[in-house]
T-cell receptor, first 112, second 109 residues
Framework: DGGITQSPKYLFRKEGQNVTLSCEQN?????MYWYRQDPGQGLRLIYY???????QKGDIAEGYSVSREKKESFPLTVTSAQKNPTAFYLC???????????FGPGTRLTVL | GEDVEQSLFLSVREGDSSVINCTYT??????LYWYKQEPGAGLQLLTY?????DMKQDQRLTVLLNKKDKHLSLRIADTQTGDSAIYFC?????????FGAGTQVVVTP
């Protein structure tokens, strides 16, 4: 089955700790994205990567970091510098002329 | 910056048609999308339309685009209880997607 997987589905962390969210895709897509979703709001772009070993900041990159060492993988680290990290995090990937984005199932992060 | 706006809530009876509306501001939008999100899940792509089209039909879904007014709508025919979800419109410009806040659709028997 081709698709995007995110793990874990639920994640709890204590204040002051860094945490890494996993995103893997086997769709052979070139581009990958991380979004944050808060209740009652649309998705906001954190980081995106159009090719391996390259990534750009989105609209709300402060307090987050990413890497893109492999085409299939785009992990997101939520650092202790992120003031309000509790949210639902969504990963997406895209390819082709339409660049249509397909989403993973999401990870819900709660900071205790 | 670019804005995408949607009404927040829609209630519809089972079997009726639903119409979800969206307005956007960026005139350089190339593609516009509709996604569906069920509780606790990721976004599921429903359909998309290229900016030079007026209409696209895909089974029970009809997308209408009025580029002059920057207005996009999604019509769901014969709405079912399984259509209850949050629906997001998004426009793509300069390689990025800008999302609306989502419309919660509740289908009542």
């Amino acid at each position: 089955d081709g698709g995007i997987t995110q793990s874990p589905k639920y994640l709890f962390r204590k204040e002051g700790q860094n945490v890494t969210l996993s995103c893997e895709q086997n769709l052979n897509h070139d581009a990958m994205y991380w979004y944050r979703q808060d209740p009652g709001q649309g998705l906001r772009l954190i980081y995106y990567s159009q090719i391996v070993n390259d990534f750009q900041k989105g609209d709300i990159a402060e307090g987050y970091s990413v890497s893109r060492e492999k085409k299939e993988s785009f992990p997101l680290t939520v650092t202790s510098a992120q003031k309000n990290p509790t949210a639902f995090y969504l990963c997406a990937s895209s390819t082709g002329e339409t660049d249509t984005q397909y989403f993973g199932p999401g990870t819900r992060l709660t900071v205790l | 910056g670019e804005d995408v706006e949607q009404s927040l809530f829609l209630s519809v009876r089972e079997g009726d048609s639903s119409v979800i509306n969206c307005t956007y501001t960026d005139s350089s939008s190339t593609y516009l999308y509709w996604y569906k999100q069920e509780p606790g899940a990721g976004l599921q792509l429903l359909t998309y339309i290229f900016s030079n089209m007026d209409m696209k039909q895909d089974q029970r879904l009809t997308v209408l685009l009025n580029k002059k007014d920057k207005h996009l709508s999604l019509r769901i025919a014969d709405t079912q209880t399984g259509d209850s979800a949050i629906y997001f419109c998004a426009d793509r410009s300069w390689g990025k997607l800008q999302f609306g806040a989502g419309t919660q659709v509740v289908v009542t028997p």
